[in-house]
């Protein structure tokens, strides 16, 4: 086992039972011209992400970490969206900016365009495991935990977008799951104002699970690698 240090406590990890979640890198959420910005959120802060993500990646693989990715989105005819009587319809903000500007239809989180791809930097490799999904949560109507149980994979660390919407109800879903969620708080990015960040992490901190930040990771990383 290794200790691992994170607010509010030291958390004993064993890196063999261990995944990198990297949630929702996509052009959607941290791209100029992807839906968030379209929609008018400040990304600023994605360039920044990303590369606090390609360090944590790499790092990572060297250690034998399994990385897992998630990608939301829909199929072209929107059947796995929800219609009128899902409230995904009606909160989700692709759907949602789809419909008020029809010049945009069928180009936000629909698979195979530009918007859905994970961005460049952070193409997952032969190996990675890469769990699309259709809902906020990473366990919702997919094969993520079963995929984990057949890993033996019991410790998950959380980055990507947005902190308080994807990134959150995944880690909320793998605490009910009897995962360890430990959130890289550096790594991620939130939508909306800065409170929204800060409930978030105060949640892990304090109920759901714990924070730490990718120099930690890193090093608990490359400790292992270096044994």
Known sequence: MTSLAARPDPVE?????????VVDMQNAFASKGGMLDLAG???SAAAAVIEVNKKLIDAAREAGVKIVYLQVG????LSDAGGPLSPNYHKELGLRTMRARPELDGKLLVHGTWDWEIVDALKPQPGDLVIRKSRYSGFAGTTLDNDLRALNIRYLFFTGIA?????ESTA???YFQEYWPIMVEDAMNHAGP?????ATLWNFENVFGWVTDSDNLIGAFKNRTNR
């Not at 829909?74 to 005819?77: M, S």
């Not at 800065?194 to 800060?198: K, N, Q, S, T």
């Open 172 to 174: 909320r879903d793998a």
């Open 194 to 198: 800065d409170f929204v960040r800060e």
């Open 74 to 77: 829909y199929k072209p005819d």
């Open 13 to 21: 990890i064993g890196l063999d039972q261990s995944a990198l979640v």
């Open 163 to 167: 902190t308080n919407v994807c990134v």
């Open 41 to 43: 959120h400040d990304i």
